[in-house]
């Protein structure tokens, strides 16, 4: 996390002073890699000190900070739009390097994650980390002996020889089925167009008839709002309903007003009605994704995968998000003129609901379970349906058996 707050510091203050278009860019760069190493950093950070019973809710926390730091971005573009052309954008982005300089100061106040600890043998470091996050002394230690008998397990004969990135390559089953749950759902965040809707929200509500650019401020900026309002609601909901129904509900909630928005696109032009309509649909989208898949993917990508592999698959499910996103985001525009807005919209809804499946069929929930018990669940999965196909068979066995036996007492 110092390295991140670091590296974006650099990155902020090039782009602040930079000359030309080419050194804008490599700020814009380094900026990139240090929120690269904070998004993939501090779910699995704070999913690693949480108890069990509120670590949803705080792991939702970037997730809260990230949609206020694009709330706050539109408000700086307001704030700062009356200034000269040539300074105007300096300030904003000087005044972006700030939190990551609260962060380098945070960080010498902030204990080390107490699973760290134990893989390097310093358990009463571990458990006095626990302590401060947990006042049950009895949890506490059931929580300990959970991260030692996983550290044991991560350092065993068995992976000591076994590098991390050939078990990525070459997964045990188990962990075949995490990568595909983590990677999948991180995926489904982001070609399901969220990123597309906030960032081009100017253009699509121009493309429902408004032409004021105050008034596409003020629609863009309400976008921002409600993204931001409906995390504290996940934040709520997130460990009381649990992380799939959420996530149902989300995925369900953004196909509806995705192909909502395409149709009313499609069969009413422009006018004050369909300006109403497409805000509505919009800020329903933003609403349904800020309340399930925006924070519950990276909750889920942080509690998931075994200790010994944890930082590398999130990092993977990390850059599969990022990846997605530019994707989509680069190709939103040339998707539009080639089948116009409204087609697009219909795409991503199309998009969201196959997330509806995916969730449906392949998310476990995870709702107040240790990291250490939702590893076992996953390797229990696979054992009890190995268990289930040797059953079926013993019994097709003993079935074709029987059937023998009768047809040489008939012949």
């Keep these: 996390m110092a390295l991140a707050a670091v590296i974006f510091q650099m990155g902020g203050l090039t782009m602040t002073l930079a000359p030309s278009y080419a050194i804008l860019i490599i700020g814009r760069f380094l900026a990139g890699i240090g929120i690269g190493f904070g998004v993939m950093i501090s779910p699995i950070y704070i999913a690693e000190i949480s108890p069990n019973l509120n670590r949803g809710s705080l792991t939702t926390f970037p997730e809260i ?17 009356g200034l000269s052309p040539h300074t105007s954008w300096r300030i904003m982005l000087a005044v972006g390097i700030l939190p990551s300089v609260f962060i380098g100061f945070a960080l010498f106040v902030i204990p080390e994650s107490p699973r760290w600890l134990v893989m390097q043998n310093r358990v009463e470091e571990a458990r006095s980390v626990l302590l401060k996050t947990n006042e049950d ?14 550290a044991g397990f991560a350092n065993s004969d068995k992976y000591k020889d076994k590098p991390v990135w050939r078990e990525m390559l070459f997964p045990p089953p188990p962990l075949r089925r995490m990568l595909i749950t983590g990677l999948g759902i991180q995926c489904f965040q982001q070609i399901s167009g969220i990123d597309a809707t906030v960032y081009y929200s100017p253009e699509i509500f121009q493309a429902a008839g408004i032409e004021d650019n105050s008034k596409l401020l003020a629609a863009t900026v309400a976008v921002g709002i409600t993204k931001t309002i409906f995390i504290l609601v996940a934040i709520i909901l997130i460990d009381k309903l649990g992380r799939k129904p959420l996530l149902m509900i989300s995925t369900i909630g953004m196909t509806v007003c995705l192909f909502c928005m395409g149709t009313t696109l499609l069969l009413f032009g422009q006018g004050s009605f369909v300006i109403a309509l497409s805000i509505l649909f919009v800020c329903g989208n933003v609403a349904f994704f800020s ?9 889920l990508t942080s509690e998931i995968f075994p200790l010994r592999v944890r930082a590398q698959a999130s990092a993977l499910g990390a850059v599969a998000n990022r990846v997605c996103s530019g994707i989509v985001a680069m190709s939103f525009l040339s998707v ?7 087609g697009t919209f219909f795409v991503f809804a199309a998009i969201s609901a196959l997330a509806i499946a995916f969730v449906f069929t392949l998310v476990p929930e995870t709702k107040g379970k240790s990291l250490e018990q939702i590893e076992m669940m996953f390797q229990n999965e696979y054992e009890s349906q190995g268990k289930e196909m040797e ?6 066995l003993v079935q ?6 009768s047809d040489y007492q008939i012949y």
Aim: glycine share 8%.
């Design 291 to 299: 309340v399930g898949l925006g924070p519950v993917c990276w909750v």
């Design 65 to 81: 900070f990230i949609n206020v730091g694009i709330m706050l971005g539109y408000v700086s573009n307001y704030a700062f739009s």
């Design 336 to 342: 539009s003129e080639a089948i116009s807005v409204s």
């Design 391 to 396: 059953l079926g068979d013993v019994e097709q």
């Design 400 to 405: 074709n058996k029987t059937v023998a036996e």
């Design 137 to 150: 002394e009895k949890e506490v230690e059931e929580r300990l002996a959970e991260i030692q008998q996983a």
